[in-house]
């Protein structure tokens, strides 16, 4: 399938699947929907306490980089988990500009080393930042109470429909604790349901720039 590097509208850059007319992150700001989706909306009621996350759709490693950014700011202990059923290639990665524009050059290693860490191993970056990246299909994920927070980042509805169904959010209920949170930055009355089925309660709230609302689920 053909893929295109394209600069979205705060500078940085994300890759485009023109077969599936669907991108990596949105136009409006790959780093600003990061930014408001999962650290505002996420990352941010964890208040600092320890904590694991899976991150559904590792990609490009964005989400990734900017919460270890996170942990060191607020010297938070992550554990974190990327699924990924196919990788972004090595040199679509050196094209990615997310150092730069997050203006955090002396943190090239980290971006580098969360890249090429071994898939299926779990890579200790620091002491307060571990990452297990695991290669598979979102539908394969069998965990049971692992996590406090979920990323919710795979491809929009109109592109892949079945991975916001019942069935996989089923998956994310089992593998949030008690009291766990996801987000993502869709918003579709189909999608909340599913969520609902599932069992979680779920509530809008203001979207990232060029999306009005998006959702954030809780496991009570």
Not at 196 to 205: I, R, S, Y
């Amino acid at each position: 399938m053909k893929r295109e590097i394209i600069t979205t509208s705060d500078g940085s850059v994300t890759i485009y699947l023109p077969e599936m007319k669907e991108t990596y992150h949105s136009k409006f700001g790959a780093i600003q929907e990061a930014y408001h989706v999962f650290i505002l909306n996420g990352l941010a009621l964890t208040k600092d306490q320890p904590i694991s996350i899976l991150e559904i759709g590792f990609g490009t490693g964005l989400n990734t980089f900017i919460t270890y950014l996170e942990s060191q700011k607020r010297n938070q202990l992550i554990h974190y988990t990327g699924v990924e059923a196919y990788p972004v290639a090595k040199d679509e990665v050196v094209q990615l500009n997310y150092v730069k524009e997050l203006n955090a050059e002396n943190e090239t290693i980290i971006f580098n080393q969360i890249h090429d860490a071994k898939w299926e191993q779990e890579f200790y970056i620091n002491e307060k930042f571990t990452l297990l990246k695991q290669q598979k299909r979102f539908e394969d994920i069998e965990d049971i109470e692992c996590y406090d927070l979920i990323y919710f980042d795979a491809f929009g509805y109109h592109a892949q429909p079945e991975l916001w169904s019942v069935e996989i959010f089923a998956k994310m209920f089992k593998a949030l604790k008690s009291g766990g949170v996801l987000v993502t930055y869709a918003c579709r009355s189909v999608i909340k349901k599913a969520m609902q089925e599932a069992g979680f309660t779920t509530e809008k709230l203001p979207g990232p720039p060029g999306k009005r609302e998006m959702l954030r689920a809780f496991k009570e």
